[in-house]
C-alpha cells in the first residue's frame, strides 16, 4: 500500500522505472509512464524522475540492468526517494532482488491499480473484490518477498524456520484466496437477481478507459448523482438508474474504467461488475477525443469487452470534450470554414469506422447533448421493437 506521512508536510516521493524491449517502443513506454504518473498521484505519491532502458528482454533477476539497477540506487539515495514504480509486473524474486540495491519499497503498475482500487473501494462488494484480487497478486510472489529465506541458501540445513514460515503463510493466502471466492459467489448471486428484478426494461451500459468523463455523463443523462472527479478509477461501483425519454423508460449504468495492462486479477475479481457490462442490450463506448492516445485507449477498451465476451453487442460510440480537443488541435486564428472542414472530415472518419455509431459531445459543455439523447431514444426505441415486436405501434 502507498500511505501519506501522518505529516502533512511531508509525501511519498516516487520514481517511476520503463523499459523498451519487444513490441514497447520508446514512444508507447514515454505515453505509458505519463498515465504510470497519473495513477500514482491518483495514489497519493509523487513522481520526480522516470528511468528507461531499451533491452532485448527483461533482466530475470532484477528486470532492468545491472548498472541501471545501480544509477536508479544511487538517484534513490540522492533524492530521499521512498518508493520505485515500475511499469512492468515484476515477479516476487525481481522485486526482492531490486529492493535488496535500491534499498526503498518496489512496486509493479499491477501492485500500484491495486492499491488505488483498494482506497477507492467503498461498499462491501467492491471490498471483497479488490481484497480477492490482492491475495491473487501476493501469492505468487511470497518466497521472492522473503528475502531472509533467499540468504540462507540450499542444501542441509535450508529447510528451517524461513520455509516453515512462508508454507503458513501461503496456505492462510490460499485459504483467504477460498473464503474471499466463496463470498463473491454469493455477491454474484445476489447481484444476478437485481439484475433479473429490473424487468423487461432495456438496458445501456457506459463503458470507456478510465477517466473520459462516463459519470460526468451518466450525471447528465440521468440527472443521477455519480462520483465524479478528475482522477483515474474516481468510482469502482457500478450505478445503475432509470431514464425515461419521450415516454420510453430504460436503464443506465455507469461501470468501472478499463485501462492499459490492467491485472488480470481484478478482471476476474469484478465479474459481477462486469456482468453489468455482459448483460446490457447495447454499449456506450465514451472515448475522451483530447487525449493524445485516445486511438490506443479505444483499442485497450475494444480488446477489453472481447476478452469479456461482450464486444458482439451494439455499440455508441462517443467522442467527449471536444472542446479541449478543439483548443489543443486547431489555431486561434483558423478560420471558421477550415475549422469545420476539417471537423468535418473527422466526423466523416468515424462516422465510416463505426458504420454510423458515433456521437461527437461535450459533457461538461453541453455540446451535442441533445443530439446524443436523441440517438440514444432511437437506438432504445429499435431494442425495444426487436425484443417485443407487438409492441412496434408504441415505440414509433
Known amino acids: 500500500m502507498i500511505t501519506k506521512s501522518t505529516s502533512s508536510h511531508e509525501e511519498v516521493v516516487a520514481i517511476m522505472v520503463g523499459l523498451i524491449y519487444q513490441q514497447q517502443t520508446e514512444p508507447m513506454v514515454n505515453e505509458y509512464l505519463l498515465e504510470l504518473a497519473f495513477l500514482a498521484e491518483t495514489a497519493g505519491a509523487t513522481v520526480i524522475k522516470s528511468f528507461i532502458q531499451k533491452l532485448v528482454r527483461p533482466d530475470s533477476k532484477t528486470f532492468v540492468g545491472k548498472g541501471k539497477l545501480e544509477e536508479i540506487a544511487e538517484y534513490v539515495r540522492a533524492k530521499n526517494v521512498k518508493l520505485v514504480i515500475f511499469d512492468d509486473e515484476l515477479t516476487g524474486s525481481q522485486i526482492g532482488n531490486i529492493t535488496d540495491v535500491v534499498k526503498v519499497k518496489v512496486i509493479d503498475r499491477s501492485d500500484l491499480i491495486l492499491d488505488i482500487f483498494a482506497s477507492r473501494a467503498k461498499t462491501a462488494q467492491a471490498k471483497v473484490q479488490v481484497e480477492l484480487a490482492q491475495y491473487q497478486y501476493i501469492l505468487p510472489r511470497l518466497k521472492g518477498m522473503w528475502k531472509h529465506l533467499e540468504r540462507q541458501g540450499g542444501g542441509i540445513g535450508s529447510r528451517g524456520p524461513g520455509e516453515t514460515e512462508i508454507e503458513t503463510d501461503r496456505r492462510i493466502v490460499k485459504d483467504k484466496i477460498a473464503l474471499l471466492r466463496k463470498k463473491l459467489v454469493d455477491i454474484d448471486k445476489q447481484a444476478a437477481t437485481q439484475r433479473k428484478e429490473r424487468g423487461t426494461f432495456i438496458r445501456l451500459a457506459l463503458v470507456g478507459y478510465t477517466n473520459v468523463g462516463k459519470s460526468t455523463l451518466m450525471n447528465i443523462l ?74 490506443d485507449h479505444i483499442n485497450v477498451v475494444n480488446k477489453t469487452l472481447q476478452d469479456i465476451k461482450a464486444f458482439d453487442k451494439p455499440i455508441l460510440t462517443i467522442f467527449n470534450k471536444m472542446d479541449l480537443y478543439e483548443q489543443q488541435t486547431y489555431d486561434p486564428w483558423l478560420s471558421d470554414e477550415v475549422k469545420n472542414d476539417l471537423l468535418q472530415q473527422l466526423y466523416n472518419r468515424y462516422e465510416e469506422l463505426t458504420q454510423g455509431n458515433a456521437v461527437f459531445i461535450s459533457a461538461t459543455e453541453r455540446k451535442n447533448i441533445n443530439q446524443l439523447r436523441e440517438t440514444i431514444l432511437s437506438r432504445v426505441k429499435t431494442l425495444y421493437e426487436q425484443r417485443y415486436p407487438y409492441l412496434t405501434d408504441f415505440y414509433r
Open 222 to 295: 440521468a440527472k443521477a448523482e455519480v462520483f465524479a472527479e478528475n482522477k483515474l478509477f474516481a468510482t469502482l461501483e457500478t450505478t445503475t438508474r432509470k431514464v425515461v425519454y419521450e415516454q420510453t423508460p430504460f436503464l443506465l449504468s455507469d461501470t468501472v474504467g478499463f485501462i492499459r495492462k490492467l491485472p488480470h486479477h481484478l478482471v476476474e475479481s469484478f465479474k459481477s461488475t462486469l456482468d453489468e457490462v455482459r448483460e446490457a442490450d447495447c454499449l456506450l463506448h465514451v472515448v475522451d477525443i483530447s487525449h493524445p492516445a485516445y486511438e
